[in-house]
C-alpha cells in the first residue's frame, strides 16, 4: 500500500469565488500532516499548488483497476465490500487503460492481483497519482510476481517494498482445513493496527505500554505470500510463529478490510514509532525444493556407536571356534584302502 500525505498550507489566488467544499471532518485535514509510513505505504514529498490543493480536498472516490486482468474486481470477489463503502464513498471500476484524466477525484487507487504487466508509462501516471496526494493499495497472492505474470514489483520496490515469489502455509492445523488459508494469531507487528481494528487491550497497548501485543489481533491469510520490507517502508503485520516462513512481512490485510481503508482515506492512525523502527520479523531463509527432493529418495547412513577405550573389548571371539573332537569320528567313516 502506497500513500502520500504531505498537505503543505497554500495561500488562494484572488479570483472567482468557487463552490463551496464538503464539510471538513474535525481534526482530518490536519492529521494529514502526520499520516504514518506503513508496510506498502510512502509519503512523498512534494509542493503542490493552490489548484492540486484543491482537487486533493474533493478526492472522494476509490477506483478499483480492473484493466490488467485482475483476479479481485468490484463485480468478482468484492461485490460486498463496495456496497458497504457506497455509504461514504464513489466506487468505481476502471476497465480501460491508466491515464492521468481518469484518476483525478479519486482518493484510493486498488490493483487485486494483476495478472498483466504494467507499462512505463502507466508506472510514472501512477508516481505523479502518489505525488499529488493519491494513495494506492497493491494485493498480490502466492508465487507473486512469476505466477501473475506482472511487474508490479518494479514499482513497489522504489518505495522499499518487494512481494516474494512464495507462499504462507500454517504449520499445525487450527480451524481452517487448508494449510494455505493460514489464521495468523500473533501477527501484529505494530500497536496501532490493534487499536484501529478495535482490539486494543486497556493497559497493554497504549502510549505507556512498553511492549507491543502481537496477539491482540487474530486474522486469516489465504493463499498469500510474504515481503521484503526496508525502510522508508514499514511492516506492520507478519506471518507470526505458527505460519511458516516464521514471522515474514505480509502484504495484503485480509481480516478487516476497514482499517485498511480507514488507514488509507483518514488520519486517524498513526503508527507507534517504537514498533516501526524495530519490528520482530526474521530473515528471509532459502530451504529446499522439497517437492523435487520427494522424488529423488537417497538412503539415510546409520551413525556409528562410540568406540570404547580398549578397544579389545570390539573382537567377538565366539563367533567361530576351532574343535577337533569329530575329527577320529570322520576319519574312521572313510574306508582307506592300500
Known amino acids: 500500500m502506497l500513500s502520500s500525505s504531505r498537505r503543505p498550507e497554500v495561500a488562494p489566488r484572488p479570483g472567482p469565488r468557487l463552490p463551496s467544499a464538503p464539510p471538513r471532518l474535525p481534526g ?3 492529521a494529514l500532516d502526520t499520516w504514518p509510513r506503513a508496510a506498502g505505504w510512502r509519503q512523498v514529498k512534494g509542493i503542490p499548488g493552490p489548484q492540486v490543493t484543491m482537487e486533493k480536498d474533493l478526492r472522494s472516490t476509490i477506483l478499483f483497476n480492473a484493466y490488467k486482468k485482475e483476479i479481485f474486481t468490484t463485480n468478482n470477489g468484492y461485490k460486498s465490500m463496495q456496497k458497504k463503502l457506497r455509504s461514504n464513498w464513489k466506487i468505481q471500476s476502471l476497465k480501460d487503460e491508466i491515464t492521468s484524466e481518469k484518476l483525478i477525484g479519486v482518493k484510493l487507487w486498488i490493483t487485486a492481483g494483476p495478472r498483466e504487466k504494467f507499462t512505463a508509462t502507466e508506472f510514472e501516471i501512477l508516481k505523479k497519482y502518489l505525488d499529488s496526494g493519491g494513495d494506492i493499495l497493491v494485493m498480490l497472492g502466492e508465487g507473486g510476481e512469476s505466477r501473475f505474470d506482472t511487474n508490479i514489483n518494479f514499482l513497489l520496490e522504489e518505495y522499499g517494498i518487494m512481494v516474494n515469489n512464495d507462499a504462507v502455509v500454517r504449520t499445525v492445523y487450527h480451524k481452517y482445513f487448508h494449510p494455505k488459508e493460514a489464521l495468523v494469531s500473533s501477527g501484529v507487528l505494530n500497536r496501532e493496527i490493534s487499536r484501529a481494528a478495535g482490539k486494543a487491550v486497556p493497559g497493554i497497548i497504549d502510549e505507556e505500554s512498553s511492549g507491543n501485543n502481537a496477539q491482540a489481533l487474530t486474522f486469516v491469510y489465504p493463499f498469500g505470500a510474504t515481503l521484503s520490507v526496508m525502510k522508508p517502508a514499514v511492516a506492520v503485520l507478519s506471518t507470526g510463529s505458527v505460519c511458516f516462513p ?27 514509532q517504537i514498533d516501526a523502527e524495530d519490528p520482530e520479523i526474521s530473515d528471509y531463509v532459502m530451504l529446499p525444493h522439497t517437492a523435487t527432493l520427494s522424488k529423488r529418495n537417497r538412503e539415510c547412513l546409520q551413525e556409528s556407536n562410540e568406540i570404547p577405550r580398549d578397544f579389545t573389548t570390539l573382537f567377538d571371539l565366539s563367533i567361530f571356534q576351532l574343535d577337533t573332537t569329530s575329527f577320529h569320528s570322520v576319519i574312521e567313516s572313510v574306508p582307506v584302502g592300500l
Open 28 to 30: 482530518y485535514y490536519a
Open 246 to 272: 516464521l514471522n515474514r512481512p505480509i502484504l495484503a490485510f485480509y481480516h478487516s478490510k476497514d482499517v485498511v481503508f480507514q488507514w488509507l482515506t483518514t488520519g486517524d492512525i498513526h503508527l507507534n
